[in-house]
């Protein structure tokens, strides 16, 4: 199974050797040989995310070359990209970087869900070697290094509700947009407080970002100008209708209640985060937000789409959500003494 991938920010030595950085005097004990890299790096900021293919470089083409982008696939997202400018991402961690050297930790993959640990995997997600909610919760619980900030954004596979949908509930979805909207929400909340119980045991701060799904209305409107200039031109997105296999529910009949569906998620983990603030009140050690970044964001525009399969996001597109994401962390960032707001 794919594990979580960890990247330490590039010229890591050159800028905590400076004098004006906190961590020069951790730099001075590293060079002086009283602590080992592995120490050093440990009292870096530590940044991770969880969260699915909207949160990975992938995009859907033949079945083989899926499942090895699947399989292989790191980084070239919203969240982590090393790629230099002008070619490469605005990502978060790039804008993070201005900020602090910091080590990244990825936890992502395509057709993650948010599920009930120890839920068998179908034969599908075994191929791409998918690691659900429950699992990447539990590659974060195994590091020695908890994480300092750490940022949620899945959901999307469980609101394709036409998926093996009876033909009753096809023509009447109501129940079962309750029932998947309620069921996503005790999930999601199961592995939050595994989080959370693990953050309550550090010695250090630390903030739980969980981010509402996207805009889907506006997704989908981007996503029919991308199928009127397939139509047009048949060279153009040539993956377009494959989507369909993986995802019932984008079919245009079908989206409606998608993003219906959506909506309601989004109003449970918002609801959610409002309860565990609640419950958990150590103001000093611990923050969870939840933020509406991804769910107001205008993803209306065609080439926000990749040019291949017309459903995960381009270039463009991650540069979209990594300033959507950003815009967003000043309070988590403030909380962690990481940055003040601006």
């Not at 750490?150 to 509700?161: A, H, K, M, R, T």
């Not at 923050?287 to 991804?294: K, T």
């Not at 540069?319 to 967003?328: G, K, R, S, T, W």
């Not at 309070?331 to 962690?336: A, D, G, H, K, V």
Request: aromatic share 10%; proline share 4%; hydrophobic share 40%.
């Amino acid at each position: 199974m794919k594990k979580p991938v960890r990247v330490i920010s590039p010229d890591v030595l050159r800028r905590i050797a400076e004098p004006s950085s906190r961590f020069h005097s951790d730099y001075l004990a590293y060079r002086n040989r009283k602590i080992t890299w592995d120490e050093l790096m440990e009292r870096l900021p530590h940044v991770a995310m969880i969260g699915d293919s909207v949160c990975t470089g992938v995009y859907v083409s033949s079945i083989w070359s899926t499942f090895w982008r699947a399989r292989t696939c790191r980084g070239n997202n919203w969240f982590l990209d090393t790629n230099p400018a002008p070619a490469g991402i605005r990502s978060v961690s790039k804008k993070l970087e201005e900020f602090t050297p910091f080590v990244a930790i990825e936890c992502a993959g395509i057709g993650a869900l948010v599920d009930h640990e120890g839920q068998r995997q179908n034969f599908f997600r075994r191929i791409l070697r998918t690691r659900n909610f429950s699992e990447q919760i539990g590659d974060l619980l195994a590091t020695r290094r908890f994480p300092d900030l750490i940022l949620i954004s899945i959901g999307y596979n469980n609101v394709d509700w036409a998926w093996r949908s009876p033909r009753g509930e096809l023509q009447q979805p109501e129940n079962r947009l309750q029932r998947q909207s309620q069921d996503l929400r005790e999930n999601f909340a199961r592995q939050v407080r595994r989080l959370i119980d693990r953050a309550h045991m550090q010695g250090h701060p630390v903030a739980v970002v969980v981010y509402g799904l996207i805009n889907f209305e506006s997704y989908f409107q981007g996503r029919e100008i991308a199928e009127r200039l397939r139509t047009q031109d048949t060279s153009r997105y040539p993956h377009l209708e494959t989507t369909y296999k993986y995802l019932t529910s984008f079919r245009p009949a079908y989206r409606s209640n998608l993003i219906r569906l959506a909506r309601m998620v989004n109003e449970e983990l918002r609801e959610m985060v409002s309860e565990l603030h609640r419950e958990f009140t150590d103001g000093a050690k611990l923050q969870v937000r939840y933020s509406d970044a991804f769910a107001t964001a205008d993803l209306s525009r065609a080439e926000l789409l990749h040019p291949i399969d017309g459903w995960h996001a381009s270039v463009e597109g991650h540069n979209v959500l990594a300033e959507a994401a950003f815009a967003d962390l000043g309070p988590s960032l403030e909380f962690l003494g990481i940055a003040t707001r601006r």
